[in-house]
């Protein structure tokens, strides 16, 4: 039989886990919504968003009554402490997913942006690397780690090509001055993403290893 410590463990996981799919749904609806697809109602966001939120809270509560009521060993200790940051950085990621939504609405031009400066490699790259994150915790698989990290370096990289090249357009096609501008807030959300997904995996790495590390330290390890 499971003990107190085991069940509520396993409930922290699943919550993270369950959180953390609804987030990817989030940005799956982000990226429809920057790439001119058809998107979910206002309201299912919304509602998506709001379990996101109670989750969340959840999970805090979680933690703090096994603090308080447990002693956990070292390594049930790193997957608590992890779990609450986890949960901080998945329920960023939802609210940055909206905030892609909102300023989607305001391009104008939308085909034409999106073709002219490879907006579209730079948004499947986002959902990519949501995807892998949600795997990696769920399969705690370290060899996925460095995958996130390449994929984040490249949505970095091709996000400030794109942002150059969109405020060069607007300075030379005056009309493009506000929908540039509200492609470039969703660019910078979407780089906000790519970077909470990047730490959940930092995370990881510390629940595994039990030690703390960024990833331009691992890449020097190589």
């Known amino acids: 039989m499971a003990s107190y410590l085991e069940t509520e463990l396993g409930k922290l996981r699943n919550i993270i886990i369950k959180i953390g799919n609804l987030a990817e749904g989030q940005v799956a609806e982000a990226v429809k919504a920057l790439l ?40 049930d200790l790193r997957f608590i402490m992890s779990a609450m940051q986890i949960s901080n ?55 996925t780690i460095e995958e996130i990290f390449v994929l984040n370096d490249s949505i970095k990289s091709k996000s400030a090509t794109a942002i150059e090249e969109i405020i060069a357009e607007m300075k030379s096609r005056s009309k493009t001055v506000a929908s540039g501008t509200n492609l470039i807030i969703a660019l910078k959300h979407m780089e906000r993403i790519a970077d909470h997904n990047s730490n959940i995996a930092e995370s990881v790495y510390f629940m595994i290893n039990a030690k703390t590390i960024k990833h331009e330290r691992l890449f020097d390890k190589k």
């Open 89 to 143: 950085e998945i329920e960023r990621i939802g609210d940055l997913a909206v905030s892609v939504i909102k300023a989607s609405k305001n391009i104008k031009e939308k085909h034409e942006l999106i073709s002219k400066f490879n907006i579209a490699e730079i948004a499947r790259e986002v959902e990519t690397i949501t995807i892998k994150t949600n795997e990696c915790f769920q399969d705690m698989d370290e060899t």
């Open 36 to 75: 001119s697809e058809p998107v979910a109602e206002g309201k299912e966001v919304k509602k998506t968003e709001n379990k996101i939120d109670k989750l969340d809270v959840k999970i805090d509560d979680i933690c703090q009554s096994v603090f308080a009521l447990q002693q956990p060993v070292a390594s």
